[in-house]
């Protein structure tokens, strides 16, 4: 059985976890400036929880599709004091800081983060493998090419699934070479990939369990949904409720979604069916 261990206590995947979003960001693609005051952070961190949430991803830096570029000391401030916050209100939380830099995720782990959450798979900060190593945290590596401003033009593959794929044994490998013991794979829906991308890695998500570690998807509210179905991101929870499905269907470990509700519904109802 595949499982982390987090602030000391291990959490295992037997039952599919859900991860709850908290993007303190202006510009996040469909929650942006929702949670800016610390009033609205914890009353949302709180819902999450008890709606049934595991973990809860804290983000100060957007990673849509051209995002602008966020000093460092701003991202520090976004996220640190959030972190700090929320472990004095829910000690009980497992706290994700979702980052590429090593110094965010240094920080934010000595405020209370449990596990870092990193989009670039330590490929945008050399020292985020050797810092992860240090901190002894799980982490949790995505594959994109590029950067957030330029990954949209960098998706050319001749077989997704496998190049997806070929990326992870090798940044896996560089992280256990570094030190790193809890890993888990992001397939990156939507970063550096097409809708057709997007949805061959879904068809094929089973075959990440050749891996061996847990493995975070990531579909809430994407463009591969609303632009689908011809609808708003606001009109877009049906649709990720449905991939969702079919995602736990092929073997996915946590479900990271801006609703969590609506998606521990889902794991439970596959779980009924005793099919993970």
Known sequence: MQSISCKGLLTDFSTPRVMGILNITPDSFYDGSKFLSETAILRHAEKMLNDG????????????????????????????????????????????????RSEVAKQS???????????????????????????????????????????????????????????????????????????????????????????????????????DIPILVGLSRKSMIYKTLGVTQQEALNGTTALHSIALLKGASILRVHDVKEAVEVVQLMQSMDVH
């Open 53 to 100: 949430a595991t973990f809860i991803d804290v983000g100060g830096y957007s990673s849509r599709p051209d995002a602008k570029e966020v000093p460092l000391a701003d991202e520090l401030l976004r996220v640190v004091p959030v972190i700090e916050t929320l472990t004095k209100q829910f000690p009980e939380a497992v706290l994700s800081i979702d980052t590429f």
């Open 109 to 211: 782990v000595e405020a209370g983060a449990a596990l870092v959450n990193d989009i670039s798979a330590g490929m945008l900060d050399k020292n985020m493998l050797t810092s992860v190593a240090t901190l002894q945290v799980p982490y949790c590596m995505m594959h994109m090419r590029g950067t957030p401003q330029t990954m949209q033009t960098l998706a050319t593959y001749n077989n997704v699934t496998q190049e997806v794929l070929y990326y992870f044994s090798g940044r896996i490998a560089a992280a256990r070479k570094a030190g790193i013991n809890d890993i888990l794979a992001d397939p990156g829906f939507g970063f550096a990939k097409t809708i057709d991308q997007n949805f061959e890695l879904l068809r094929t998500l089973d075959l990440f369990k050749s891996l």
